[in-house]
């Protein structure tokens, strides 16, 4: 498995990406695996393991661009 750091990380916008106030974007768990080129299921299991920071919103999980960021960085 590829080992990230915040420059070798894609910088390019992922499609669906939405930008909320103050410019927040905010991806979907299969929008941050998709940029990652990982299964979904890994996200999923970061985010559960406590080490990817997102959001519970009803049944949807939401991910600021700033987390995964953040959680590329170490």
Do not use: H, N, Y
Request: negative net charge; hydrophobic residues 50%.
């Amino acid at each position: 498995a590829p080992s990230w750091s915040a420059s070798s990380a894609p910088s390019a916008a992922v499609a669906g990406e939405v930008a909320g106030l103050d410019g927040l974007t905010v991806l979907t768990p299969g929008q941050a695996a998709a940029l990652l080129s990982v299964p979904e299921e890994d996200v999923m299991a970061s985010i559960q393991a406590g080490d990817l920071k997102a959001r519970k919103i009803g049944s949807a999980w939401r991910i600021a661009r700033s987390a995964l960021d953040e959680f590329l960085r170490g």
